[in-house]
């Protein structure tokens, strides 16, 4: 019977307090803030020459992935996706390619690239087009209210405040680390004053 | 000695309250989010949902018997001063990152599980009763509290079937007792909080001394269940409860025969062992018959992984009972668990660890991982056939009269 509860005790004990520090071991980004939230009924239309372009201050350093949310209407759009990220001047720094294949209506879609290294608290923009589509193919994507983060956008020769819901993604700096800021902020959520009073 | 049982019935009790608070399956949050109406005054919650659908933030249906309404919204309303003033906007909040980043989780998940704490304590209690020698019932109970198969099945998934499972158990112990009235009672009111109990119905016909006998235990789990369900009885109720996936997956069609028909493979087995018991079996033993049904209905069908819990204390006593089983049973045990660990959900693996960081969210599941190198569901396939050859096999031992052991 010893065999069993300690059996039992260490699979749980792995269960609680290892695994999920080896899960965020295999982690190879972090996102920097949640989606922000959007309601659908502004969006705009992506297709052919009709390309969309922003302004946004990426948070932290490290930057190697912008992420949002997607519609692929009826899965119509099968052509590739492109997304160019440009730093100061309108440099082209970055490129990353999708094909609409796999994107699903609505999906949540991220476009990933060699990390930024110091690119904590800079302004980038980007743009996201897919050339080869035409009318029937086209992609839409949703548009919010300025944030902190989220500066203007730039459509159809106009540019208005706001822009898409976007989530970037960066590279942590260590594994360690990372564990250590899972294991920190999941602490310091059970210790919060107040939270587990009854 | 008796210190020493003190102390690890302690420790199993620390084992079960770390995972109720840390461990998160989402449905916990939903069944409490519409029992929460019971609060609010709400009998019918099935009308309730479809009739203000709409409106409320989350828009599931409830997919459970009335019974679990009712204990759930009782407890639920009995424990509100504990959860705080928060808990009913954690409820009814529908993002899921900020349901998970809520720093009262933790409380919320603990006091919610509770129940199944005390069930799961008074099923170590019963199995403890199911043997006269001291030793084995001890030993049953250890390997109750024991194992990490049922703690991840009560506390990880959040095992609503908890109930069901106790009264089923305790039907079970007065069918050893040969008190069949009494068993098919607690059948009934098991049926009220999931249906699976129904199933064993057939086998208490069997076991029935005369016709009188053998009719009543039939009837009664039927009205105790027909009273309880008629006041909620619409569309509602049959669309949500009856007729849900949850409820019928056993009985969906297995192979087609032809113009329309197909032989489903959960009643198939159900009738097999049914009237082997009847123009075979002398002497039935219905612990074979519930425990061999509920291995064939796992190995032969597409089941949730809380479903386990319904065979979890059979095969405990098995175990004890034919010590030359437990190895297999355990190996049983692990193949089961491992499937729907391999299905293409989210809230089966990774998302289960979201309380610790929502980053986990950008992790693949391990069907997703598998993808990369090997089909899944042939996987599924390969593993679900190894666990039907195991349990044809357990079948013979088990049937088998007593004389190898």
């Known amino acids: 019977m010893k065999k069993i509860i300690w059996a039992t005790t260490l699979s749980i004990s792995f269960l609680l307090f290892v695994l999920p ?3 965020a071991s295999t982690l190879d980004m972090v996102p920097a803030n949640d989606q922000p939230g959007y309601n659908g009924s502004k969006r705009l239309s992506i297709y052919g020459e009709r390309q969309f372009s922003q302004k946004f201050i990426s948070r932290d350093k490290n930057l190697t992935a912008i992420g949002t949310s997607i519609k692929n209407p009826n899965l119509k759009n099968k052509q590739e996706i492109i997304f ?14 999708l094909n609409g294949f796999n994107i699903g209506d609505g999906d949540f879609v991220k476009f990933v690239f060699q990390s930024v290294p110091d690119s904590g608290g800079k302004e980038y923009s980007f743009t996201i087009s897919s050339p080869a589509a035409g009318p029937g193919e086209m992609l839409e994507v949703f548009i919010i209210e300025p944030t902190p983060d989220i500066i203007d956008y730039f459509y159809e020769e106009e540019t208005h405040p706001g822009g898409i819901p976007l989530v970037t993604f960066h590279k942590p700096n260590s594994k360690l680390e990372l564990i250590k800021t899972v294991y920190f902020n999941w602490f310091s959520r059970l210790l919060s004053p107040g939270s587990q009073k009854i | 000695m008796k210190n020493n049982k003190l102390k690890i019935l302690i420790l199993a009790i620390v084992l079960r309250v770390l995972v109720a608070g840390f461990l998160f399956h989402p449905d916990i949050k939903t069944y409490n989010f519409q029992a929460s109406f019971l609060k609010k005054g709400v009998i019918n919650i099935y009308s309730y949902l479809k009739e203000n659908k709409s409106t409320l933030p989350l828009k599931d249906e409830f997919v459970y018997f009335p019974l679990t309404y009712f204990v759930v919204g009782g407890y639920q309303t009995l424990v509100s001063g504990l959860l705080g003033s928060g808990f009913d906007s954690w409820l009814s909040d529908a993002g899921s990152n900020s349901v998970v980043k809520n720093a009262g989780i933790f409380k919320y998940l603990t006091v919610l599980k509770l129940p199944y704490l005390f069930l799961d304590i008074l099923v170590a209690f019963l199995l403890m009763k199911y043997f006269k020698d001291k030793k084995m019932g001890e ?8 194992n990490p198969f049922t703690i991840v099945l009560i506390y990880v998934y959040s095992n609503i079937d908890m ?20 068993a098919s009672m607690f059948l009934g009111i098991a049926s009220c909080f999931k249906l699976y109990p129904m199933l064993f119905i057939p086998f208490l016909f069997l076991k029935g001394k005369d016709l009188k006998e053998k009719i009543s235990v039939c009837l009664i789990p039927i009205f105790i269940l027909g009273i309880v369900v008629a006041p909620f009885w619409s569309p509602a109720f049959v669309q949500s409860a009856l007729v849900s996936g949850l409820t019928t997956r056993i009985f969906s069609p297995g192979f087609t025969i032809g113009f329309g028909e197909s032989i489903i493979v959960g009643l198939f087995l159900l009738s097999a ?7 075979f079996d002398k002497e039935v033993d219905l612990f074979n018959y519930w425990v061999m049904f509920l291995l064939l209905i796992f190995s032969f069908s597409h089941f949730h992984i809380v479903w386990l819990l319904w065979v979890a204390p059979f095969i405990v006593i098995l175990a004890v009972k034919k010590p030359s089983l437990s190895l297999p049973l355990f190996l049983w045990a692990s193949l089961a668990m491992a499937i729907p660990l391999f299905y293409q959900d989210r809230s089966m693996t990774i998302s289960l660890f979201r309380v610790y960081t929502t980053w986990y969210d950008l992790l693949p599941t391990p069907f997703v991982v598998l993808q990369k190198f090997f089909d899944p569901y042939n996987f599924q396939s390969i593993v679900h056939s190894t666990l039907a050859g195991g349990t044809l096999v357990m079948a013979y031992k088990i049937f088998k009269k007593e004389g190898g052991e």
């Not at chain 2, 030993?139 to 024991?146: C, G, P, Q």
Request: proline letters at 0%; zero cysteines.
């Open chain 2, 273 to 279: 062992l049914f009237f082997y018991g009847w123009l």
């Open chain 1, 21 to 23: 520090g080896i899960l």
């Open chain 2, 163 to 182: 109930y069901a499972v106790l009264l089923t158990l305790a039907a079970f112990l007065y069918v050893k007792r040969n008190k069949l009235l009494q």
């Open chain 1, 84 to 97: 160019n990220l440009y730093g100061k001047d309108k440099v082209l720094i970055r490129t990353a390619a």
């Open chain 2, 139 to 146: 030993k049953v109970a250890a390997i109750w509290l024991f």
